[in-house]
């Protein structure tokens, strides 16, 4: 199983990213799909979630962190074995290494695999 994020960057205060990342290796409909950021010197923390189409009642719901909601949109093609965070208004706050995070439907101990990271820079 891998996940290989891209994306990240340097970007201005005000500025847009748009991160990807691609599974491969896993049935990626039925795996929930995380972005995770870790800010320099601190704890990893969770950005949003996309419920996998295991979930029918639930099936593509978006949950964010209150510190991204309006500015954040996550977003999957299953197709594609991605998942994209739309990252809009950026702020120096948002700064961080961001982690793509995938869970079994079904719950971790059936998988749970992280990917590598993609470095975000919010400066002017």
């Not at 969770?46 to 309006?70: N, P, Q, R």
Request: glycine share 12%.
């Amino acid at each position: 199983v891998q996940l290989v994020e891209s994306g990240g960057g340097l970007v201005q205060p005000g500025g847009s990213l748009r991160l990807s990342c691609t599974a491969s290796g896993l049935p990626f409909s039925s795996y929930h799909m995380n972005w995770y950021r870790q800010p320099p010197g601190k704890e990893r923390e969770w950005v949003a979630g996309i419920i996998s189409a295991g979930e029918i009642s639930a099936v593509g719901t978006l949950i964010y962190a209150d510190f991204v909601k309006g500015r954040f949109t996550i977003s999957r093609d299953n197709a594609k074995k991605t998942v994209y965070l739309q990252m809009n208004n950026l702020k120096p706050e948002d700064t961080a290494v961001y982690y793509c995070y995938a869970v079994n439907g079904l719950g971790s101990s059936h998988g749970k695999y992280w990917g590598q990271g993609t470095q975000v820079t919010v400066s002017s």
